[in-house]
């Protein structure tokens, strides 16, 4: 049995995550790579808060494509930008702080 190192209840009883959740700053942006490849990338989620890689596996199974979760964000192959929001609120973030950017960068 794991417990969770912030409230000391089992991992199964815990929602400090679910809380976290409500607290999270998402931005979702494109981002073109080598060979014309392109990503959607989710950024602002706390990593010290959320685990990334399991929301990673989470997303890339719902919108069926690859992607991997490295530093503080999360990659997906392909333009998710259309879907993500939805995905994301069904596991849990609130709509109204996730900010789906139209241009191709951060900037
Ligand atoms: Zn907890």
Redesign the pocket.
Known sequence: MTV?P????PKEL????SIAKETQKITVYMEKKKFGKKYTVIEGIDKKEINLNQLAKKLKAKLACGGTAKDNVIELQGDHRSKVKSVLVELGFPADNIEIREGMSRT
């Open positions: 969770c912030t409230c000391g209840l815990c929602v400090c995550e």
